[in-house]
């Protein structure tokens, strides 16, 4: 029978034993959405879409690490693995939201309504999704040592205020964009068939539930390691996974890969001195 152990028999990294009941049940959930959208990206060919999958894969890892810490609660290895793995998906998803705006403002030929230039909408919003991932993911290993949890947790909060400045923004955009196109619709927006207005639907429901799991992520982390949050874990069922689930379940049903643009939609995203292209045909 699996009993809490201490890392090097000191340090405590759970307070309770990990559910697998509830790890497994979300290894077979995320495993299963992962193959849904990896089809639809074949599918439609939105690859701008593949961030996406891979924040679906990035649960899965977490919680197969969850699944295997029900044994091996002194296991460090497999305790970064989880807390790192889904603490970052949300910020894969968001990248693949970012970039839908973009689509649906050139789909219904709406550039000149949007506050930020349409060359710079996507780069902007991804570019500030890379620092946050980057700085959650590259300090999540800090919150495993006792002597170093405290700056692992500052970073991983900074991290997430980076994540909901950008998601508030963001929805802010999205607002003033579609207020904008009610006052001075184009013609565009009116004969095209694509599902634009369910698309931007989708990305306020699905980005409200991003900024809502971040913001119950700023608490536990506030209340560090001792707190509450992290010491009984329903809240992280509750607050963070089933609301992940269902925004891929969401972005599923009403995929943003069904939004053509006129254009062909080139978009680039330059990234220092380096240049990546994602092409949509």
Avoid at 15 to 36: D, E
Avoid at 95 to 124: D, F, P, Q
Avoid at 145 to 151: G, V
Avoid at 212 to 227: K, L, N, P, W
Wanted: net charge positive.
């Amino acid at each position: 029978m699996a009993v809490l152990e201490a890392y090097k028999g000191v340090y405590f990294l759970w307070k309770f034993l990990p559910s697998q009941a509830a790890s497994i049940t979300f290894i077979v959930l995320f495993l299963a959405v992962t193959v849904l959208h990896s089809w639809s990206i074949y599918k439609y060919r939105s690859w701008f879409c593949i961030s996406f999958a891979i924040g679906c894969v990035c649960e899965f890892i977490g919680y197969a690490a969850r699944t295997v810490a029900y044994n091996r609660t002194s296991d460090i290895g497999i305790y970064i693995i989880q807390i790192s793995f889904t603490i970052i998906a949300p910020a894969f998803f968001a990248a693949s939201i970012y970039m839908t705006l973009s689509r649906i403002i050139r789909c219904v030929k709406g550039e000149h309504l949007s506050i930020i230039r349409i060359s710079r909408l996507t780069k902007t919003f991804v570019i500030g999704d890379l620092l946050s991932l980057g700085v959650q993911g590259g300090a999540s290993s800090l919150t495993s040592n006792e002597n170093t949890a405290k700056i692992g947790e500052d970073i991983v909060l900074a991290g997430l205020f980076i994540q909901l400045v950008l998601l508030g923004f963001f929805f802010i955009t999205a607002i003033i964009f579609q207020r904008r196109l009610a006052k001075q619709p184009t013609a565009e927006s009116h004969t095209t068939n694509a599902p634009w207005k369910q698309t931007l639907y989708m990305i306020y429901t699905s980005s409200a539930l991003i900024f809502a799991r971040s913001i119950f992520r700023v608490v536990e982390y506030i209340q560090g390691h001792d707190g509450y949050s992290l010491g009984h874990e329903w809240t992280l069922y509750v607050f963070d996974t089933v609301p992940m689930f269902i925004v891929t379940i969401i972005v599923w049903i009403w995929y943003p890969g069904r939004i053509r643009t006129i254009h062909g939609d080139v978009e680039e995203i330059e990234l220092e001195s380096g240049r990546i292209k994602s092409r949509r045909f």
